[in-house]
């Protein structure tokens, strides 16, 4: 799919620094904890890229690794000011509206390696349909995606039951988009997305059972 052409969405991405992410996980042995969610993150980016001009996507990480990677595509990365998810949500909402005011705007988890261009594109679009919306995560408590038509409106609220808080004031949809819904924070989840088919440098990471050095996957997903 190349849906960038026609779309006016613009996207806050938040980033991780791989080295301090997904405590929760557990790899296989071989696997190191911080490649796969460099991994993980770079999935989700590289679909974030099939379906939004580069320029729509504002990327929130002090990763060095993942602004590299990103930077060269001619997103806007910012460094995570360090207090916290909202934080770094709030600081992608303020550079968009510097950049593009009166745009509509959405949030994204940057931890969806099963993700499609198609079911991003799909939710995307269903998010069109309300003024301000959400979609929550597999689980139904969490939230994948806070959208609304105008990007100085949107009020992030993530957290542990983000999506019960978001839902005071955004449409909750409930969406059959299971690749959008599935976030990666634990061993379970990690299982849920494996089952629905990750994204190539996820794969890569765990059919290797080796270490993969955060230079090889940028690398390797870069485009010529």
């Known amino acids: 799919m190349n849906a960038a052409v026609t779309s006016t969405w613009h996207l806050v991405v938040p980033v991780k620094d791989h ?15 911080s490649d796969l969610a460099l991994a993980i993150a770079i999935d ?11 320029d729509h996507l504002v990327v929130v990480s002090s990763d060095s690794e993942i ?8 997103a806007r990365v910012l460094p995570d000011p360090g ?14 509206i510097s950049h ?4 509509a705007g959405a949030i994204l988890l940057g931890d969806l390696p099963a993700l499609t261009a198609t079911e991003l594109y799909d939710g995307l679009h269903a998010c069109a349909a309300a003024e301000s919306s959400l979609v929550p995560d597999h689980e139904g408590t969490g ?13 992030p609220r993530f957290g542990t039951g983000s999506a019960a808080r978001h839902a005071r004031t955004a449409t909750r949809l409930d969406l059959a988009l299971p690749r959008l819904r599935t976030d990666v924070d634990d061993d379970v989840a990690l299982a849920a997305a494996s ?12 059919a290797n059972r080796s270490s993969t050095g955060p230079d090889d996957l940028t690398g390797e997903m870069s485009l010529p």
């Open 100 to 103: 593009h005011p009166g745009v």
């Open 83 to 96: 207090r916290g998810l909202n934080a770094a949500v709030v600081a992608g909402i303020t550079a968009t």
């Open 44 to 54: 989700t980016l590289e679909v974030v890229l099939e379906v939004l001009p580069a």
């Open 195 to 206: 089952a629905l088919g990750l994204g190539p440098a996820t794969s890569r990471v765990l």
């Open 143 to 155: 939230t994948v995606l806070l959208a609304h038509h105008d990007v100085a409106r949107l009020q």
């Open 67 to 74: 602004a590299t990677h990103v930077g060269l595509r001619g």
């Open 19 to 33: 080295h301090q992410g997904k405590s929760r996980l557990h790899p296989p042995h071989g696997v190191q904890r």
